[in-house]
């Protein structure tokens, strides 16, 4: 910091009594005048600065690109073999990794030259003959700005590890999202045509992010019986996926815990010793076991359906989900169901069972509704009524078809293949 000062009677004369530095510094002369060197240097070690001298700006160059730790220039303007606006120029243009503070030395401050000499990358000016006084304090006040450069330098730095810190953060993160993605996939059924007598499945799942909400499932619950349900909860990221995950393992035959009984079947005494429970009996339970005991809030839509494979009639309970859609050999279209309540959205709720007969040729289609309202560039929907009618429009093609033929209407529509939804499809077919 500058010292004290003490003011005489005449009140332009300033005489300094003291003055303090804040940090020694290595600070370059480049002047091609002995004498100038000479009292330059002088000044700057009675001021306990390191001094190094150039005789011009083609070695003052020379020795910045040598001396890392040099970031203070006093450079005279005129000189042979490189002046000093053009080392400021060279100086300026360089990425020497480190902020370097000029001041030129000269005998003309005409503001034209001022202006040439700021343009080319010059800090301050000092005319000659110098005051011994006004270099101390332009030096001080360079010495101001390279420690705000410094700082700034060790901020960035910090910011910098931060970044990496986060950025392998970040990728960690992404290698167990992809792990969860691999065993949500998992977890799903493939296609199955001819898995099940007088019944096929079918289905198109694509995730919005590496995990979803969405999931469904498909399994022979007795010899002529299979069930079938589309789940989507509410949300997207990590807490939707566990629940997805969570209520994908408890919707299966074999799951029990804690000796409870399986939600899908409950046992009895006679042979053969356990009934298929009816869909609506199924989501009441999942809703009531779904309840949230903080303020989570975590809810989720589905259709669950129990298809009889000899008959066809097949009995299903929707809560809060899009209605299913029935597509005849005829083309005829049936929207199945208008509604319903979530699960785990509020307790005590009762569900409805419908209940269809499917014959040979027909297909049975559940969904989400991040196909519908699947969004293209404008903002558009792509609707329930543009979805029915590709399902309708050619009702005989290979159901492996439609599946892609709706695919590919989804992306197209869209622009692209990423989509703001999770979208899911489950096509089943008689026999």
């Known amino acids: 910091m500058l010292g004290q000062r003490v003011c005489g009677r005449d009140v332009n004369k300033t005489v300094w009594i003291s003055y303090k530095w804040g940090k020694r510094m290595k600070i370059l002369i480049v002047d091609d005048s002995d004498d100038v060197r000479l ?5 700057l070690k009675k001021w306990n600065h390191e001094v190094v001298e ?67 990358g010059a800090d301050d000016f000092i005319g000659k003959p110098f005051n011994q006084n006004e270099l101390r304090v332009r030096i001080h ?18 910011l910098v590890e931060y970044n990496r810190k986060l950025e392998e953060a970040y990728a960690q ?82 799951y029990s815990i804690r000796g409870r009984e399986n939600i899908l079947k409950h046992t009895i005494e006679q042979s053969p010793y356990y009934e298929i429970r009816p869909p609506a009996q199924v989501i009441t339970e999942l809703n009531e076991s779904s309840q ?14 129990v298809l009889n494979t000899q008959t066809g009639v097949v009995t299903m309970s929707q809560a809060g989900h899009p209605a299913p859609v029935l597509v005849r050999t005829n083309g ?41 309202e699947c969004p293209n560039p404008g903002g558009e929907q792509f609707s329930e009524e543009r979805f029915v009618r590709l399902l309708s429009e050619e009702p005989q093609i290979p159901i492996e078809h439609v599946l892609e033929k709706i695919e590919s209407a989804l992306i197209e529509w869209r622009g692209s293949t990423q989509f703001d939804d999770d979208i899911s499809l489950l096509a089943v077919e008689k026999h």
């Open 292 to 305: 949230q005991e903080n303020d989570a809030m975590q809810y989720f839509t589905m259709v669950y359906a």
């Open 173 to 254: 993160i992404r290698i167990d999202l992809e792990a969860a993605a691999r065993l949500q996939r998992q977890l799903l059924p493939d296609s199955a045509r001819d898995k099940f007598a007088g019944v096929g499945f079918d289905r198109m799942y694509m995730p919005s992010a590496f995990v979803a909400g969405d999931t469904l499932n498909f399994f022979q619950l007795d010899e002529h019986h299979v069930g079938f349900y589309m789940i989507d909860v509410a949300g997207h990221g990590i807490a939707s996926a566990l629940m997805s995950i969570t209520t994908h393992k408890i919707l299966t035959p074999e």
């Open 54 to 120: 150039a005789m011009d700006g083609k070695e003052g160059w020379q020795m910045l690109q040598e001396n890392q730790d040099i970031s203070f220039v006093i450079s005279d303007w005129s000189m042979p073999e490189m002046t000093g606006v053009e080392l400021c120029q060279v100086i300026r243009k360089a990425a020497l990794g480190r902020y370097i503070y000029i001041i030129l030395l000269t005998a003309n401050t005409e503001k034209g030259q001022v202006i040439e000499g700021i343009e080319s």
């Open 141 to 158: 006040a360079g010495e101001r700005v390279l420690q705000l450069e410094r700082e700034l330098a060790e901020r960035n730095q910090t």
């Open 39 to 43: 009292s330059l240097r002088l000044f």
């Open 332 to 372: 005829e279209v049936v929207q199945i169901g208008s509604g319903g309540f979530p699960v785990g959205m509020l307790p005590g709720m009762v569900y409805e069972e419908l209940t269809e007969t499917l014959y040979q040729g027909d297909r049975l289609y559940l969904y989400t509704d991040g196909i519908t």
